[in-house]
């Protein structure tokens, strides 16, 4: 962390996810930023497991930030989580608590907003219906508050992870996707044309397993969710760029989403309708890979 350099106020909106409690983590672990709160979507999982999990990672990461549950459902499409992917708690075997009964609040970041005195940086790293729904009812607030926009969605050139062409994100609420482009904030696609090569190998997992460390033991049982199959935490790429500027290599797309339904649904792509929009194309690994160190308590053996 720089001295002259103040820590980035952020907040983030998340669906937690395997590779959301790695990248919830790597925040809380980071004096760069100052986590104002969280606030959680159904996504990889329910709305409630999301919140569940979100507040059982922060009581092991001994972090005090208010968490706020928002929506439940996409805007338009039926509810689809993801447990083949992230398990049927939506953390693989780390253990959590019971679900507790949480009151849906679609405006919830609308709240939030009004509420913050100083322009804040918005971090997702899930389904993008918050942000849609407060832009829907407060889009001058929205605009006035959100310094800038980052999250994990979408993909460009990379196949996707959900359909072909999508990832799950976009796929799950394209409709989000589109009143976000289409609202003309200051925001940062992070896709899997760079998150996907952020992968944790079976091996470095194992190794974690044996951590000492109560939080990392909890993350390993997590990620041995993937078993055999190499764990991508997708999630913490973007907090690695508010973490480290220019550990992205952004270029400006104008950048639509793909309302169909099909193999196209969800699809971010270039497009002369679009929005310029910031569209990260590649990353510094090694940068990347030394910041989970912070994690996972030293440095991984990467091959
Ligand atoms: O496509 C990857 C994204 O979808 C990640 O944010 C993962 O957590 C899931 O939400
Ligand atoms: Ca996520």
Known sequence: MTASRPPVSILIDTDP??????ALSLAARSPELHVAGITTTYGNATLAAATRNASAVLALLEK????????DRPLERPLVTAPDTHGPTGVGYAPVGG?????PNPTV?????????????LVTLGPLT???HALSVGPDLVRSRVRRHIGMFGSLHEQGNTNRWADFNAWADPEA???????????VMVGLDVTRRMELSAAQVEHLATSSDPLIAWLAKALRFYGRNGCVVHDVLPLGELIEPDLLTLA???LAVNLEEGVHRGHTMESPAGTPSQVALDVDMARMRALLARVFGEELQWQ
């Open 64 to 71: 005090p930030i208010p968490i706020y549950p928002g929506s």
């Open 17 to 22: 996810g395997i590779d959301d409690v790695v």
């Open 177 to 187: 996707v589109d009143i976000v482009l289409r609202a003309g904030l200051p925001t």
């Open 130 to 132: 918050n942000l849609a």
């Open 252 to 254: 400006q797309v104008s």
């Open 99 to 103: 679900e507790e009964l949480v009151t």
């Open 109 to 121: 970041l609308l709240g939030l907003l009004e509420w913050s005195e100083q322009p804040v940086t």
